[in-house]
């Protein structure tokens, strides 16, 4: 689940349904309002949904379909249902999102695999150069807010995998470079 920025909304996947309830947040009491109906996800088996910081899109990770949806809020907080141009298929369940900069990363551990995706008005376009193979596996992701450093946990190794982003938005192509260094492992001495 996610909270939107202003605190009156909350956005949660329901996997049973398919779908996302919109909820909205009594700032007195805490108490949650569903309000219905409830915002089908165009995939199978919502998990991880990810808002972006304008609160204009919500981007959910749908586990059974090996899917990424954006679905488009309205200015009331409403979810409206994706069109194709907002669906994509990853071939492998979805692990995690991070978005940074207009471009939306995906896990795909089942593939060792990081998918890149170009966001304009809730449209998901693959970046060339995508998906990228991860060595050492990989179990989540995460990227700074620039889109100018990238993270992968490998979990066979138990190490974080880190890399500098080239992206050209003029042709839509990505390059990831190694950082000197990776991967960077935990350091028991100074925990």
């Known amino acids: ?46 998990n991880q949904i990810l808002l972006d910081s304008g609160g204009t899109t919500l981007f959910v990770a749908n586990q059974l379909s090996n899917t990424v949806t954006a679905l488009s809020i309205g200015s009331n907080g409403a979810l409206t249902a994706p069109t194709a141009s907002q669906v994509a298929q990853i071939g492998s369940p979805p692990a995690n999102l991070a978005l940074g900069s207009g471009l939306l990363f995906v896990a795909a551990p089942s593939f060792s695999q990081v998918f890149v995706y170009s966001v304009s008005s809730g449209n998901l376009t693959a970046v060339g150069g995508s998906p990228f193979a991860m060595t050492d ?4 992701v995460t990227v700074d807010s620039s889109a100018k450093y990238l993270y992968v946990t490998n979990p066979s190794i138990n190490t974080t995998s880190g890399f500098t982003i080239q992206y050209s938005s003029s042709t839509n192509t ?17 925990a």
């Open 174 to 190: 990505i390059g990831l470079t190694p950082i000197p260094g990776s991967p960077f492992s935990p350091n028991a001495s100074t």
């Open 137 to 140: 596996g990989v179990g989540s």
């Open 1 to 46: 689940m996610v909270i939107d920025a202003s605190g009156n909304h909350m956005y949660l996947a329901n996997q049973t349904d398919n779908t996302i309830s919109l909820l909205t947040i009594d700032h007195s009491s805490g108490v949650l309002t569903e309000v219905m109906p409830r915002t089908a996800t165009g995939g199978f088996s919502p």
